[in-house]
């Protein structure tokens, strides 16, 4: 995976003022830690399946330089990755071989960006970065990290929020979901970089995570409004949605139990196989009538028999393996699990503060 390493700059592992020489080959897997809100401890760590090797802090030692505070999503095209670290404002470009950074999009050099949360890589000159606070879309070239425009959301403020989320495209549209005190799913043509549709859930609020299937069906998790500022503001009860996306009508719409907001979604490399965390992992293919009732891996326990709380999940498109990030207890250093896609567990291995997200190279 990484061959030896060479000392830039001298001194002790982990010292301030050192420089790691990585060159970093093959099919490898990027999990990005967030840290603790406003301790600026967000790291970015480096697995390789195929010698189990684990390299934690990767972006401090190859860059002499903290990764940021509340790192929020990691997307990978070609031979570079994406960060949005929410709350330091910046996007970063790096190199998916070396870890250098390579480029940087910062709130200042943006009309609009605040907190930015996901990076869309929609052709090779422009990508879309959502945002936690601001009613705007940030449009910037993903090779130069210049902005390039913006897309109102034309969502109101509510509590400070006005979120956009995640992003997925089938075709020439992309569909993020409004998180925040919202029940929108925004539809933007990316060829005008304009919103032109929305599709409102009718019974949930707090679209969470999203996913399009092989057969064009848009997959929705709600989290129910789950620790909202507002007292009477949803039931805390997550929904599961199936929409028809050449339609936009809304197929199924399933209640979920659950006493967690950290629910999440995943999808097989087919495209017909979904995963959910909802405390546990059920899976179920995306023509089924209803979801599991059965757990299909469930999560870990402490001593004390207290469920440790699953904070992401993703399934490696090349093996179909599953990657579950295990934030323990929002505070120790997270786990990651490594499943194979009959559900065995495969390896495990620490990394750093709250793991959120994967990505694959």
Not at 27 to 50: A, I, K
Not at 112 to 120: A, G, L
Not at 219 to 238: L, R
Request: proline share 5%.
């Amino acid at each position: 995976m990484l061959p030896a390493v060479l000392w830039l700059l001298a001194a002790c592992s982990g010292s301030e003022g050192v420089i790691e020489d990585f060159r970093n080959e093959g099919h490898g897997v990027f999990v990005l830690c967030e840290g603790n809100y406003q301790s600026g401890n967000s790291t970015l760590s480096y697995y390789d399946p195929q010698t189990r090797q684990v390299e934690n802090g990767i972006f401090q030692r190859a860059n002499d330089r903290r990764l940021g505070d509340t790192g929020q999503g990691i997307t990978v095209s070609g031979d570079a990755a994406y960060i949005a670290v929410e709350n330091s404002g910046i996007v970063w470009k790096l190199d998916t071989g070396t870890f250098r950074v390579r480029g940087q999009l910062t709130a200042s050099d943006t009309e609009h960006m605040v907190n930015p949360r996901y990076v869309h890589l929609v052709s090779e000159h422009k990508a879309y970065v959502t945002d936690l606070y601001s009613p705007y879309i940030t449009v910037f070239d993903p090779v130069t990290m210049q902005a390039t425009g913006s897309i109102s959301t034309g969502q109101p403020t509510t509590y400070g929020y006005s979120s956009t989320e995640q992003v997925v495209q089938w075709g020439t549209r992309v569909y993020t979901n409004c998180w925040c005190y919202s029940r929108q799913i925004l539809v933007i043509d990316t060829e005008q970089d304009l919103v032109v549709d929305s599709i409102t859930l009718p019974t949930s609020w707090q679209p969470k995570r999203m996913v399009v299937d092989s057969d064009a069906r848009l997959w929705v998790i709600t989290d129910g409004g789950y620790g909202s500022e507002a007292g009477s503001f949803g039931d805390n009860i997550p929904h599961l949605y199936r929409i028809d996306l050449a339609t936009q009508t809304i197929e199924s719409d399933w209640a979920m139990d659950s006493d967690e907001a950290s629910v999440e979604l995943a999808l097989d490399p087919t495209g017909k196989t979904l995963y959910i965390v909802n405390n546990d992992i059920y899976r179920m293919s995306t023509s089924d009538s209803h979801p599991p009732v059965r757990p299909f891996i469930e999560a870990p326990t402490d001593s004390n028999g207290t469920r440790h709380k699953l904070y992401g999940i993703s399934v490696d498109p090349s093996s179909g393996d599953i990657y579950v990030a295990d934030a323990v207890d929002y505070s120790q250093s997270g786990v990651v699990y490594r499943y194979s896609p009959d559900g065995e567990l495969a390896d495990q291995f620490r990394v750093g503060i709250n793991p959120n997200g994967f990505a694959f190279k």
